[in-house]
């Protein structure tokens, strides 16, 4: 199964990687989503596997629309 990148439902801003729908990391702050991107990559190389990353998003920003 491919290594999983997710915004965490629970913690706002929270990024979660995750193998076989357990999580083995979360990053939070201002560069969250950029460290979880790159740690999910690094992660699928050392395991031969794929990163899902690609339906991770950016979530909107406070008081931007």
């Known amino acids: 199964m491919p290594v ?19 999580v083995i990391v979360c990053f939070s702050g201002p560069s969250a989503r950029e460290q979880a991107v790159r ?3 690094e992660l699928a190389e050392l395991l031969h596997d794929t990163a899902d990353v690609n339906d991770a998003q950016q979530p909107p920003r406070p008081g931007r629309s």
């Open 4 to 22: 999983k990148l997710s915004l965490s439902p629970d913690r706002h801003g929270e990024w979660r990687i995750s193998v076989d729908d357990i």
């Open 39 to 41: 740690r999910s990559r």
